[in-house]
């Protein structure tokens, strides 16, 4: 009656309902680890999204299931993936392989975008402040195709965590060489034949705000994954996975420094973005969480 395509509801409501969890998670340890419990009932709606996802599906052909935590927050990891794999394939070959057509999504680029955002929010709220996050995640795994011998192709199982790390990483493409620059610099500062450079190359050009975002926002959760808990047995293979996706840093040992100058270059991006007490709230936790990392 009122003229909005249904489906416009549909997209309102989905973005309402992950902003409301965003806001209930944020530095809420009682919220996070609720959606860390093992409940029977997710088993439907990790099904739902599954059969409406690309994950479901393969271009290598075959079939293959995938784990899948049975809590709130497996839920939540496998609409980032389906909102992920809208845009990428398998989220990882695909994603550098820009020649592939990619098929026609219903749902508007902007949605997507959100819900990426909203979906990264809300997996980082929970695995900044408890242990258990991590624990959930890493019990998912995805597929994806592999490359065989003589041009075959065949269906992997990756973990997510994993599979995740490396995409977040190819979001950096278009301004990595930035990054590199940044994170092998001493104290994470440019100087200003650097920056003059990366201002010629227009490595951080219009229209790239959106992927530094993300990209901000998906290193803000790989820089919680990677934080030290007490009495936690998962933290080593998880770490292990997460800076094996990292490019190597020129000068450097550590490949945690490309997470550093990612989020550098985050904070960097909200200073110029936001003014006053919003920058602040969103920029001392990240400083924080820089320091931290540091001392991995």
Not at 28 to 47: H, Q, V
Request: with cysteine.
């Amino acid at each position: 009656s009122s003229g909005v395509p249904p489906q416009k509801h549909t997209e309102e409501l989905i973005l309402s309902c992950l902003k409301a969890i965003t806001s209930l998670t944020h530095e809420n340890r009682l919220a996070g680890e609720s959606l860390c419990k093992e409940r029977s009932w997710c088993d439907r709606y990790i099904n739902i999204v599954a059969s409406s996802s690309e994950s479901s599906k393969s271009d290598c052909g075959g079939t293959s299931s995938v784990r899948t935590a049975r809590s709130c927050i497996g839920i939540i990891f496998r609409v980032l993936e389906q909102m992920i794999r809208k845009n990428c394939g398998d989220g990882i070959k695909n994603a550098k392989d820009k020649s592939k057509p990619q098929k026609q999504h219903q749902l508007d680029q902007k949605v997507i975008y959100d819900v990426r955002i909203f979906c990264l929010s809300i997996l980082t709220n929970a695995a900044e402040t408890g242990k258990s996050a991590r624990r959930e995640l890493a019990k998912c795994t995805v597929r994806v195709c592999a490359d065989g011998e003589e041009g075959t192709s065949s269906v992997e199982q990756r973990p997510a965590i994993q599979w995740l790390a490396s995409w977040i990483v190819d979001q950096t493409c278009a301004f990595r060489s930035s990054l590199v620059a940044l994170s092998s610099s001493r104290s994470n500062q440019i100087n200003g034949e650097e920056e003059k450079k990366r201002d010629d190359e227009g490595d951080l050009a219009a229209g790239e705000e959106e992927s530094l975002n993300t990209t901000g926002n998906g290193f803000l959760l790989l820089a919680c994954l990677l934080k030290r808990w007490k009495d936690c047995s998962d933290e080593a293979p998880v770490r292990e996975m997460i800076l094996d996706e990292m490019p190597q840093v020129e000068g450097s040992s550590k490949r945690v420094q490309y997470i550093i100058a990612g989020l550098n270059a985050f904070l960097n991006f909200y200073h110029v973005s936001l003014d006053g007490a919003l920058s602040d709230a969103i920029v001392t936790p990240v400083v924080k969480l820089i320091d931290e990392l540091k001392q991995l």
